[in-house]
């Protein structure tokens, strides 16, 4: 017998009518019409999908085009190409956090190269190779709070691939004294987030925090005198 919990298009009318009836989450997989009536531009702005272990074709295009929506969290423990070909083009926050690692195929590399999301969350991730680093959008910001190290070669792709983004390294305990020299850099041009087990860690990258925060309250401080 399926332990399957499918989320119907009845369903998913009654949560856009009560967002507390019912919560989609707990749902292994969704009916194409259901993803219809969520990708509907009125529908909230946000979609908690975050139990879904399978996901059609029609359905992932379907929920990739909501593109009012702030968030949208898809819980597939494994992600294909064809499956990124819709999902990337999500252009609000995407979160893939039940992703333990990701396929280094040419043609999925295209479309994570690709990819629309103002922001994709990979906390789920553990291990990070240098092609996938090399292959996130410039300007998509990264939640990558589930890396506990990173090695040298992950460090250089991720920062030479980095463009305007944002990044989050909240779990990152682990890196050699050349890599956190290399990730100062950047943390102090842009203020990546690390933890404090890190910062006390290496000085290079408590130092770069505190200039970093420094140089962002200056900034603040002249934005209130022009106001002014």
């Known amino acids: 017998m399926s332990d399957e919990k499918v989320l119907t298009k009845e369903i998913a009318e009654q949560w856009i009518a009560d967002e507390d009836s019912v919560d989609l989450s707990e749902f292994t997989a969704i009916e194409d019409e259901a993803a219809a009536v969520l990708s509907d531009e009125e529908c909230h702005m946000w979609v908690d999908l975050g139990g879904l272990t399978n996901l059609s074709g029609v359905a992932g295009r379907l929920l990739a085009r909501g593109a009012r929506k702030h968030e949208l969290i898809i819980g597939l423990a494994v992600i294909t190409a064809e499956e990124a070909k819709y999902l990337f083009d999500f252009r609000g926050g995407l979160r893939l956090d039940n992703l333990s690692n990701m396929p280094e195929s040419d043609e999925f590399l295209e479309r994570l190269s690709m990819a629309k999301c103002e922001s994709l969350s990979l906390g ?17 910001s990264l939640n990558l709070n589930g890396l506990k190290s990173m090695s040298d070669e992950v460090v250089d792709a991720l920062i030479c691939s980095s463009g305007s983004r944002h990044v989050y390294l909240e779990g990152l305990t682990e890196l ?6 290399t990730l100062a850099g950047k943390i102090e041009q842009r203020g990546w987030d690390v933890n404090a087990e890190l910062r006390e860690k290496y000085a290079v990258i408590n130092e770069a925090c505190e200039a970093f925060t420094q140089s962002d309250d200056e900034e603040d401080d002249d934005e209130d005198d022009d106001e002014d």
């Open 176 to 181: 050699s004294n050349d890599a956190a020299e």
């Open 124 to 140: 789920g991730l553990t291990r990070l190779t240098d092609t996938i680093a090399e292959a996130f959008p410039a300007d998509c």
